[in-house]
């Protein structure tokens, strides 16, 4: 009896601390289930055509006077594509890596527009890292407009958190760059992160934790804890969260034809990827740097921004810097930036999300996926020769 008595107390007390962490976190805790639920392989499709439906969003509002694309007939896309020694035939390889959608302009007219897994031109897809870009941007206005002084500033100008710390003396251009030398592996410790901060701690205090492995700028190392960092001096610098920055500066003055969404973490925006966005709207938001920053005469980007945005000639901004997997491709102001000299650039989310474009040849790529394999050998690079074969096809 005494023991059924001590079994019956433990029960009640864990029945007890239980309902106490589901009134704490019980909202954060339902919103961790629906996240591994909607990053199943098999469910991979369905979460990157409708995040703001599954997770907490802020809309970000179109303007009044939407640009629009030119539309032909579906052109016929090159046969395939050659990549170290192997041909890849163009159907197969966007069947391959579970293309979701696939949008090719030229001039300004839409060669080419297909939907998969139920989409259409009103869908919304989620950016993934290819957000990263957008933040660049926002960064980018907020430095020509003064809020942010110098991308040579300190973070710790901007961020208190890092006050005292080894971050503070970090300049903000090393972590545009991926080359801010913090002590952070994407591999292994994105999970704590996120798990830290979706139970309640503000991410910079998470980040505060890291100390340095090396001087900025010694080696470019893909860390999205340093778009993070570049989206909390934007809104410190700014007095504006991320999404209200985004709808006033740029969503409004670009011609976008559909409201955008910015998934939230812990309340705020997730500035390392969260946005989802239209197939086209995206290829408008590339369409400002493939026009220098400027649309309908009006300068939205300085040019020095973007020509710095695609600068990729110091050492560890190379493709191929410090002989890392991560690095075949160069890399900017969070853009990449491919081998070859046409001026290429693009925005990779994980999952396979892709902005490309040629100013060469006035060529604009997106394709949205939801590939599971994203990570296997030569993933990017493949996809770099599969854009130029369809760019070269139109021409």
Avoid at 147 to 168: C, H, M, R
Avoid at 380 to 385: A, D, F, N, R, S
Wanted: proline letters at 4%; hydrophobic letters at 40%; charged letters at 25%.
């Amino acid at each position: 009896m005494k023991k059924m008595r001590v079994f019956g107390m433990a029960a009640a007390c864990t029945a007890i601390a239980a309902g106490v962490l589901w009134l704490c976190f019980g909202e954060k805790i339902k919103i961790l289930h629906t996240s591994l639920k909607s990053f199943k392989d098999e469910n991979l499709a369905y979460t990157f055509q409708h995040t703001p439906e599954i997770q907490p969003t802020k809309k970000i509002s179109r303007g009044d006077d939407p640009f629009q694309f030119l539309k032909e007939e579906n052109v016929s896309l090159a046969d395939g594509f050659r990549f170290k020694g192997g041909f890849y035939p163009t159907e197969g390889f966007l069947e391959d890596t579970k293309t979701s959608a696939l949008l090719v302009v030229k001039d300004d007219v839409i060669k080419y527009e297909k939907y998969f897994y139920g989409g259409d031109p009103q869908t919304l897809f989620s950016s993934n890292s290819m957000g990263k870009s957008f933040v660049s941007a926002l960064m980018g206005i907020a430095v020509a407009e003064g809020a942010v002084e110098s991308v040579e500033d300190p973070i710790g100008k901007y961020v208190p958190e890092f006050a005292g710390t080894d971050l503070e003396s970090i300049p903000i251009r090393a972590c545009l760059q991926m080359a801010s030398g913090i002590d952070f592996n994407e591999d292994t410790d994105m999970s704590r992160f996120s798990m830290r901060t979706l139970m309640g701690t503000p991410s910079m205090k998470v980040i505060a934790d890291h100390g340095v492995q090396e001087e900025p700028y010694t080696h470019r190392r893909y860390q999205s804890i340093n778009t993070e960092i570049l989206g909390q001096i934007i809104k410190n610098a700014t007095g504006c969260s991320l999404a209200e920055y985004m709808e006033e500066k740029l969503w409004k003055r670009i011609g976008a034809e559909q409201d955008a969404y910015w998934t939230l973490s812990n309340g705020t925006e997730l500035a390392m990827g969260g946005l989802s966005v239209s197939l086209r709207d995206y290829a408008r938001f590339a369409r400002l740097y493939l026009n220098g920053g400027s649309f309908h005469g009006e300068q939205i980007l300085t040019k020095e921004w973007v020509r710095d945005s695609m600068d990729v000639s110091a050492a560890y901004s190379r493709p191929g810097a410090n002989q890392d997997v991560y690095n075949a491709i160069g890399y900017g102001y969070q853009w990449w930036v491919p081998e070859g000299d046409r001026g290429e650039f693009m925005a990779i989310g994980v999952y396979g999300q892709w902005m490309y474009a040629d100013p060469s040849r006035q060529i604009i790529i997106v394709k949205t996926s939801a590939d599971p394999d994203f990570m296997s050998k030569d993933y990017e690079l493949k996809h770099v020769e599969f854009f130029r074969a369809i760019a070269g096809g139109l021409l």
